[in-house]
């Protein structure tokens, strides 16, 4: 299930964009020279930043696996998920838990454009994605309390 109901269309690739960049900043293939450009300059300011996003995303799997694998948590809300980029949350987590539940929510109308990549999980588990602001809590709650049982531990 895909929720599309908000969101503007910022498709122009000419056009540096924050999640294309961030994919050039994790060694991805879904950014165009653009964003390139914009990483570069980024990078000549601080060059920490390469490692900075690699860090973060690590540290999302690192504290995926502890959750799920050691500490029993079988639901996620992952807001700002970005460009797919393997492994995703709900691998990490389904692989720990094939049960597990996650709810991906983004603002951005090009992260839904992958949302695919992002909905293949386990039988046993489910995922979804909601194209939605952390702004709009209602908005994400009421969506992902479709999925998520809010009676039980969620890690956000
Ligand atoms: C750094 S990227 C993705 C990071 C990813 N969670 C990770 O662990 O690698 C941040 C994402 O947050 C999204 N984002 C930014 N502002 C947002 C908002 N107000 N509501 C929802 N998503 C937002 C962007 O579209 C972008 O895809």
């Known amino acids: 299930m895909t929720d599309t109901s908000s969101g503007t269309s910022r498709s122009d690739t ?14 991805g293939s879904d950014h165009g020279p653009a964003d390139e450009a914009l990483g570069r300059q980024i990078v000549a300011m601080e060059p920490t930043a390469k490692y900075g996003a690699r860090h973060n995303r690590w540290f999302m799997q690192r504290a995926t696996r502890m959750l799920a694998a ?18 995703n949350l709900h691998r990490v987590a389904q692989t720990a838990a094939p049960e597990a539940s996650v709810v991906y929510v983004d603002n ?31 908005k994400i709650l009421d969506l992902a309390g479709s999925v998520l049982d809010f009676d039980r531990p969620v890690a956000v």
């Open 108 to 138: 951005d109308p090009l992260v839904l454009t992958h949302a695919q990549a992002l909905l293949n999980g386990t039988p046993e588990g489910v995922t979804r994605y909601l194209q939605a602001d952390v702004r709009e809590p209602r």
């Open 14 to 27: 000419d056009t540096p964009h924050p999640a294309r960049v961030y994919d050039w900043f994790l060694g």
């Open 70 to 87: 050691r500490l029993g948590v079988r639901q996620f809300l992952d807001i700002g998920t970005g460009i797919p980029t393997e492994p």
